[in-house]
């Protein structure tokens, strides 16, 4: 790779924002070879990319989806995941994300979402939830 392309790459890796594949082909006249490149650069990891008609997807190692976009629709999600594969945030294309958080066994603690909703568990040693607490004000204490 030539140091103009290269550097043509990382301004396009740092100014990048959704939806990925509409403003990779339509903003810096990408072609579909290159979007691995792109992603793998912003997902700092190497990706895989997937186009079947209109719709798009990025996968990590593991096969898990990272972004989707349908360009005919222009719906796409982007999701984040832990190194245990856990799923940590989710987001669309309507600004709706999801936050989640896990404990060392793998097990849910924390929830909440942009619309103000959360809720926090608690587990024992044999991993069953002994305390749950919500926005609604719902409260289970088995502790």
Do not use: H
């Not at 603690?109 to 919500?134: A, F, H, L, M, P």
């Amino acid at each position: 790779m030539n140091k103009k392309y290269e550097r043509y790459i990382e301004y396009i890796v740092n100014d990048l924002e959704t939806p990925y594949f509409k403003n990779m082909r339509d903003n810096y006249g990408l072609s579909p070879d290159e979007y691995e490149l792109v992603l793998s650069k912003v997902y700092n990891q190497p990706v895989k990319v997937d186009i079947i008609g209109a719709t798009m997807y990025v996968y990590d190692r593991q096969r898990k989806t990272l972004y989707y976009e349908n360009d005919s629709n222009g719906y796409w999600i982007e999701r984040i995941f832990n190194e245990q594969g856990k799923l940590t945030y989710k987001k669309n294309r309507s600004g709706f994300w999801q936050k989640y958080e896990y404990n060392e066994q793998g097990n849910n603690t924390y929830y909440e979402d942009s619309d103000g909703n959360w809720y926090r568990k608690e587990y024992n040693e044999q991993g069953r939830e002994v305390y749950y607490i919500d926005s609604y004000g719902d409260i289970s204490d088995r502790r």
